[in-house]
């Protein structure tokens, strides 16, 4: 939007003028040609100053309103900066909080696998004790039936020694079903 000359109306303004008593507008070419003239004639000081091509002057209320929303959006952009910053300080928490979770739960992970090894090592020694302490059951029981069946005639070293075998199976058996029963 150009600015108009104040005399010539169908022109553009290339400069504003101002009297010494105040009065002040805007004039193009040929107008600044005849305020000149009248000055010298007046024998009065004039001002010109050019206009900035493309750009119309601004009024006092137009220019406080520019200046009151360039303001308001200076503080509103420092705000979004602090909040900014505050959102950039949180992130870096979450992220560093994220990693050390991220890290115990491999941890964690590491635990379960070794702790299943173990499950899985401790449930195969528990079926080989069970395993083994039936077989010392029979083994015992079979002993017991002998010892029953056996004749009286039979030399007393002999029964010592299976009453040894007897209470050795025993004290294994016991064992096995303590490992067992853990």
Known sequence: MSVMCDKFTDKPAVAKFRWAWGEEGNCSLEYQALLNQTARNLKRQIFFAPLAL???????????????AKLAAESEASEVAERSAKLYVVN?????????????????????????????????????????????????????????????THLEEQWAETMRELDKARARIAELEGIVTD
């Open 54 to 68: 493309g750009e119309p002057m601004l009024q006092r209320s137009e220019r406080q309103a520019l200046i009151a």
């Open 92 to 152: 870096t928490e979450l992220r560093q909080e994220l990693e050390r979770r991220m890290t115990e739960r491999r941890e964690l992970e590491a635990q379960l696998r070794d702790m299943s090894l173990k499950l899985d090592d401790i449930t195969q020694a528990r079926d080989r004790y069970a395993r083994e302490s039936g077989v010392l059951a029979e083994e015992l029981s079979k002993a017991e039936l002998l010892l029953q069946s056996a004749p009286a």
